[in-house]
C-alpha cells in the first residue's frame, strides 16, 4: 500500500524566517511524481511545488524548495521569506499508476501539516 | 479561467437522509476527481472520471455513494442515505488530461454535516 506520512502536525514560524516541513512516503514503485500542496482557510487545495522521482535536481518555485532523498522516500519543504498569506495547511502527497483494472492515476495525501506564520 | 466550482458549500442534514453535491470543472478538463476530505486527515480519492467514463471507483462505499458525470462535463455525487461518518469536506478536482504531471485544479469543496 502507499502512504505519506507527515509527522509534524503543526508549525509556527516568525515572518521573514524559513520553515521545513517533513514528508516521508512508501511504495515500491520507481516511477511517481511528489507534490506539495497549500489548502488556505477556503479549503481550495494550491499546488505548490511538483517533483518527478527520476530528476535528481531538487525542485524550487520562487520561496518554495524542496528536499528530495529518493532512498531514504523523504520529501520536505523549505519555505523561505515566510508571509503571513504562507498561513495554511500544507498537505505532501505524490501520484503513481495502478495497472489495476482501466488503470488510473491515484494522487495519496498524508494527514497534513497546519502552518501558523507569526508576525 | 475560471475555476473548478462546487454547490452548496455548506450542508446539514439528519442521519438517513440524502444529498446531493455538484461540481463544473474547468472547461476542457477531461479528467474529474472527487474526494473526501474528514477533518484532520488529508484528501481521499472517492472516484475518477475520464470524460463521461468511470476509470477508478475502487474507494467509493457504493452501498451508500453513487456519482455519475453526464456528457463528460458536470458531475454529481450523491449519499443515500447520509451517516454520521460521512460528515467531512467533498472536494471535486478536474485536470486536463490524465498523467503523472498533470496539475489538478480543486474547488473550494461542500462541507456535510451529519446530525
Known amino acids: 500500500a502507499q502512504t505519506v506520512t507527515q509527522s509534524q502536525p503543526e508549525m509556527s514560524v516568525q515572518e521573514a524566517e524559513t520553515v521545513t516541513l517533513s514528508c516521508t512516503y512508501d511504495t515500491s514503485e520507481s516511477n511517481y511524481y511528489l507534490f506539495w500542496y497549500k489548502q488556505p482557510p477556503s479549503r481550495q487545495m494550491i499546488l505548490v511545488i511538483r517533483q518527478e522521482a527520476y530528476k535528481q535536481q531538487n525542485a524550487t518555485e520562487n520561496r518554495f524548495s524542496v528536499n528530495f532523498q529518493k532512498a531514504a522516500k523523504s520529501f520536505s519543504l523549505k519555505i523561505s521569506d515566510s508571509q503571513l498569506g504562507d498561513t495554511a495547511m500544507y498537505f505532501c502527497a505524490f501520484i503513481l499508476y495502478a495497472y489495476s483494472g482501466a488503470g488510473s492515476y491515484q494522487l495519496t495525501f498524508g494527514k497534513g501539516t497546519k502552518l501558523s506564520v507569526i508576525p | 479561467e475560471a475555476g473548478v466550482a462546487q454547490s452548496p458549500r455548506y450542508k446539514i442534514i439528519e442521519k438517513r437522509q440524502s444529498v446531493a453535491f455538484w461540481c463544473n470543472p474547468i472547461?476542457?478538463?477531461?479528467?474529474l476527481y472527487w474526494y473526501q476530505q474528514i477533518l484532520g486527515q488529508g484528501p481521499k480519492l472517492l472516484i475518477q472520471?475520464?470524460?463521461?467514463?468511470?476509470?477508478?471507483d475502487s474507494q467509493l462505499p457504493k452501498d451508500r455513494f453513487s456519482a455519475e458525470r453526464l456528457k463528460g462535463v458536470d458531475s454529481t455525487l450523491k449519499i443515500q442515505p447520509a451517516k454520521l461518518e460521512d460528515s467531512a469536506v467533498y472536494l471535486c478536482?478536474?485536470?486536463?488530461?490524465?498523467?503523472?504531471?498533470?496539475?489538478?485544479?480543486f474547488g473550494q469543496g461542500t462541507r456535510l454535516t451529519v446530525v
Open positions: 472547461s476542457g478538463h477531461a479528467t
Open positions: 478536482a478536474s485536470s486536463l488530461v490524465r498523467g503523472m504531471n498533470t496539475e489538478a485544479f
Open positions: 472520471f475520464q470524460n463521461n467514463g468511470v476509470v477508478d
